[in-house]
């Protein structure tokens, strides 16, 4: 079975620009979760989709916006990106009842 | 920021030892989780804790939820240089609720 898998694995991107990343959970799994990872730190929540819906957000600015498809992939959209969004963006899956995500390899954006 | 203090931030060991780290929060979490990051990949979860006090094993690796609910440990046995890479810890409030994970332990295995 295939695992988490997230498009595309790296994207540069100029300041003020907008960009979409997709995630495509394990399947059967309705629930997908996105988080932020800096270099030197470990992964941030920003979104919680499970069955469409928004389950939980971090604290990221409206800029960042998510959704879910019915077939439960999911996009993250950035929009005026700055430099300072540069990170690796994992993407984890799971059934929703079960703690403990699995996750992608990641989308490396930088921002430049 | 992060909610969880991770230590130590990184470790140099010899091939064969033993390795040791901690994850301490301020909160109280009701799941903790440990993970293995390699470069270019996401994180692998390594062991899950649903119960303070309970002690769970994976191979070499043992790791503690602690009885406070506030903290937890990882161990690994007799290291070999594949252990090599990031471990985090992360602690969750509840099934619907976001992980918080630690700043995580690099740790460099010497062969």
């Known amino acids: 079975d295939a695992g988490v898998t997230q498009s595309p694995t790296h994207l540069i991107k100029t300041r003020g620009q907008h960009v979409t990343l997709r995630c495509s959970p394990i399947?059967?799994?309705?629930?997908v979760s996105w988080y932020q990872q800096v270099l030197g730190q470990g992964p941030q929540f920003i979104f919680q989709y499970y069955e469409k819906e928004e389950r939980g957000r971090g604290n990221f600015p409206d800029r960042f916006s998510a959704r879910q498809f019915p077939n439960y992939s999911s996009e993250l959209n950035v929009n005026a990106l700055l430099l300072g969004d540069s990170a690796l963006y994992l993407c984890?899956?799971?059934?929703?009842?079960?703690?403990?995500?699995?996750f992608g390899s990641g989308t490396r954006l930088t921002v430049v | 920021g992060q909610q969880l203090n991770q230590s130590p931030q990184s470790m140099f060991i010899q091939e064969g030892e033993d390795v040791s780290m901690n994850c301490t929060s301020s909160?109280?979490?009701?799941?903790w989780l440990w993970y293995k990051q390699d470069p270019g990949e996401g994180p692998v979860l390594l062991i899950a804790?649903?119960?303070?006090?309970e002690l769970t094993s994976n191979g070499r690796l043992t790791a503690q939820f602690g009885i406070t609910r506030k903290d937890s440990f990882l161990n690994i046995s007799a290291s070999i240089p594949s252990d090599v890479g990031i471990y985090f810890c992360?602690?969750?409030?509840?099934?619907?609720?976001?992980?918080?994970f630690g700043a995580g332990t690099r740790l460099t295995v010497k062969p």
């Open positions: 984890a899956s799971s059934m929703g009842t079960n703690p403990g995500y699995t």
């Open positions: 909160s109280i979490f009701n799941t």
């Open positions: 399947s059967g799994h309705k629930s």
């Open positions: 992360a602690g969750q409030l509840g099934n619907n609720n976001d992980m918080r």
């Open positions: 804790l649903y119960k303070a006090g």
